[in-house]
Each structure stands twice: as structure tokens, then as C-alpha cells.
């Protein structure tokens, strides 16, 4: 899978991507993850890419034209187009079903804001699709595309070990995760619960399920309101 990235700081994509799992996956070739600078398109020779908005206020704004060049030297050879997606806070809110969405995708460009914006005209042009990773504003665009990365690149086959290795994650089937435990046995007076140790698969299963339920129904009740099959499986295993 393809991601240009359209930003004003490239070398903060290509420190942290290029490590851990994303980082072996770009070296498996399962990824491709293209940061272009926004400033190498300016048309001035002082790389200016922001000016005063028009009818005031503070701040500066994004000009059009070096974002529109920088899209189009991705664009103009292709004999597709890949789908644009500007990281804003008035974006649609980034779930695990939008990723598993944007998964299908094989080629994403993500456009990076700053100051106060982008000139709109630029993103009636060429955006597609904006989103959010949450009710709250940063200083640029740049961390959000790379939650957005992250999080859809565990899901490309082949990035992750296998499909169990996120398929039974928070979220991924509408459940926050059951608890983990791992060695040793006993840590400051607490045991791993004895079910685990049982080597009966199917105990291990439900008990697994019941605890993600429960979990879920603590820490994420929002999860759970208007959806009758879980309520019934809550009321029926009486978590509440």
C-alpha cells in the first residue's frame, strides 16, 4: 500500500515510521511511505507557503498554489486517482471501521495542515475526504496523518503476523480487549487468572469473551447503547 504525505516537515514522518513494525513493513515492501515538502513546490525563492487571510484575523493561512503543484507531481503520471484526505479537526472521526474502509484503498495521500488553515479553494480541488483522530486541535496535521498511517497499515496482509494479531484487538469487532497476562505467574500477590493456565480452549474462549464484555460495558458503555444482540449477551451472562 501507497502513502504520499503532503507536508511542511517530511523528516518527522521518516524518523517515526521508519521504525518498529511500519519500518520492516516499508523494508518488506509492503508499505510505501512517501513524505513530499510542501515548500519544494513554492514559486518564491524564500519558500514561503503561507500569507495574511483575507477579511483579517490572526494567524496565517496556507496558499494554494505550492499544495496544488505538490498534488499534481504525485497525480499527473498516474492512471488513477488516489484517494486525498486532509487530517482536520472537522473531519470524519477516525474509528477502526474507517481504517478497515481506507485499507481497501491501494494508494492514500494525506495533506497536512498548519497555522490557521488551507486556502478552501485548494480543498474544494483536490480533497476527497477530511478527517479527525479527535474532538481537539494541534499544531499541525502531521501527527494525525501518522495515527493514520499506523493505524491503517497493521491491517495491509502480511504487516502484523497474522490477522489474529489485530482481529481480536480493542474495538476491531466493537469490544474493548480482554486482559493480557504473561510471565511470571504471580506479581505482587496477583495470579493469573487459573482458566488461562487450563489448556481448555474453549473455557479460554469464553472466559475471554466475558471479560470483554465486561470491560467494555466499565470503561466504554457508549460501545454497547443501541445494540440489542450485546445487551442480551451482557444481561444473559449478568455483567451488569
Known sequence: MRFDVLTLFPDMFRHVLGESITGRAQEKGLLVINPIDIRDFTSNKHRKVDDYPFGGGKGMVMTAQPIYDAYMSIVKELDYKPKLI???????????????????????????????????????????????????????????????????????????????????????????????????????????????????????????????????????????EGNKELQEEIKKLKLY
Not at 474544494?124 to 479527525?132: F, H, P, R
Not at 474493548?176 to 489448556?199: A, C, H, I, M, W
Request: hydrophobic share 35%; aromatic share 8%; with cysteine.
Open 86 to 224: 486532509y487530517m482536520s479537526p472537522q473531519g470524519r472521526p477516525l474509528t477502526q471501521k474507517l481504517a478497515i474502509e481506507l485499507k481497501e484503498e491501494k494508494h492514500l495521500i494525506l495533506l497536512c495542515g498548519h497555522y490557521e488553515g488551507i486556502d478552501e479553494r485548494v480543498i474544494e480541488e483536490i480533497v476527497d475526504m477530511e478527517v479527525s483522530i479527535g474532538d481537539y486541535v494541534l499544531t499541525g496535521g502531521e501527527l494525525p496523518a501518522m495515527v493514520l498511517i499506523d493505524c491503517i497499515s497493521r491491517l495491509v496482509p502480511g504487516v502484523l503476523p497474522s490477522e489474529e494479531a489485530y482481529s481480536e484487538e480493542s474495538h476491531f469487532n466493537g469490544l474493548l480487549e480482554y486482559p493480557q497476562y504473561t510471565r511470571p505467574y504471580e506479581f505482587n500477590g496477583k495470579k493469573v487468572p487459573d482458566v488461562l493456565l487450563s489448556g481448555h480452549h474453549a473455557n479460554i474462549n469464553k472466559w475471554r469473551r466475558e471479560q470483554s464484555l465486561k470491560r467494555t460495558l466499565q470503561k466504554r458503555p457508549d460501545l454497547v
